[in-house]
């Protein structure tokens, strides 16, 4: 497990608001996970980005400028604010059931998976700090990867979310990406959406 990779991008601008989040965790930067990080960077220059993925994935993702601080580990997470998995979705609901032990204050909680049902269930054994919003931006591209990343990956495109029954804390302003956020609480698998094009679509 890396030790040296923990970095902190100098000379951050600064904004003339706050942003909602003050440090934002994403697990998984491909295509979805990197356009989120990107998007991040440019709407809350202030807010710190945290990113969790493999050491060459993280490494590209310095070069782009795209996250603030990176690590192959979850401890990162420790002070995490908003935590997005990003990550394929049975890895997604893996990822749940770990974030107790390394998150440890109150956090909002999201994926990007396309199916919903599995994790919305695993999601009610989380801890009462944490507030669970399924999400399904349906955005993609031809080419996946952190390298097709891009911050106007969600503009006009539909972001669903999947209500949970403890919904309390800060709201997820997803159309702060430029997605058409919607809410449906239908069973996952009655929705009919569009699937996320590209080779990412099982995220």
């Given at each position: 497990?890396?030790?040296?990779?923990?970095?902190?991008?100098?000379?951050?601008?600064?904004?003339?608001?706050?942003?909602?989040?003050?440090?934002?965790?994403?697990v998984?930067?491909?295509?979805?996970?990197?356009?989120?990080?990107?998007?991040?960077?440019?709407?809350?220059p202030?807010?710190?980005?945290?990113?969790?993925?493999?050491?060459?994935?993280?490494?590209?993702?310095?070069?782009?400028h795209?996250?603030?601080?990176?690590?192959?580990?979850?401890?990162?997470?420790?002070?995490?604010?908003?935590?997005?998995?990003?990550?394929?979705?049975?890895?997604?609901?893996?990822?749940?059931?770990?974030?107790?032990?390394?998150?440890?204050?109150?956090?909002?909680?999201?994926?990007?998976?396309?199916?919903?049902r599995?994790?919305?269930?695993?999601?009610?054994?989380?801890?009462?700090?944490?507030?669970?919003?399924?999400?399904?931006?349906?955005?993609?591209?031809?080419?996946?990867?952190?390298?097709?990343?891009?911050?106007?990956?969600?503009?006009?495109?539909?972001?669903?979310?999947?209500?949970?029954?403890?919904?309390?804390?800060?709201?997820?302003?997803?159309?702060?990406?430029?997605?058409?956020a919607?809410?449906?609480?239908?069973?996952?698998?009655?929705?009919?959406?569009?699937?996320?094009?590209?080779?990412?679509?099982?995220?």
């Amino acid at each position: 497990m890396a030790k040296d990779l923990p970095v902190i991008q100098p000379g951050r601008p600064h904004e003339a608001e706050p942003p909602i989040f003050d440090k934002i965790g994403i697990v998984g930067l491909g295509l979805i996970g990197g356009s989120i990080a990107l998007k991040v960077r440019e709407l809350w220059p202030a807010s710190l980005v945290i990113a969790v993925d493999n050491k060459d994935v993280l490494e590209t993702a310095m070069r782009l400028h795209a996250i603030d601080v990176a690590a192959d580990d979850l401890i990162v997470l420790a002070e995490a604010d908003l935590v997005v998995l990003a990550a394929p979705v049975k890895q997604n609901i893996a990822l749940l059931a770990e974030l107790d032990e390394h998150v440890r204050q109150p956090a909002v909680v999201t994926d990007t998976g396309s199916t919903k049902r599995d994790i919305v269930s695993a999601a009610a054994s989380l801890p009462p700090r944490f507030t669970f919003i399924g999400g399904h931006p349906l955005a993609g591209a031809a080419h996946g990867g952190l390298d097709h990343a891009r911050p106007d990956l969600f503009a006009g495109r539909p972001w669903l979310l999947t209500p949970w029954a403890r919904p309390q804390g800060r709201a997820l302003r997803t159309d702060a990406t430029g997605s058409d956020a919607s809410t449906d609480d239908r069973s996952p698998h009655e929705r009919r959406g569009r699937p996320l094009s590209g080779p990412e679509a099982s995220e």
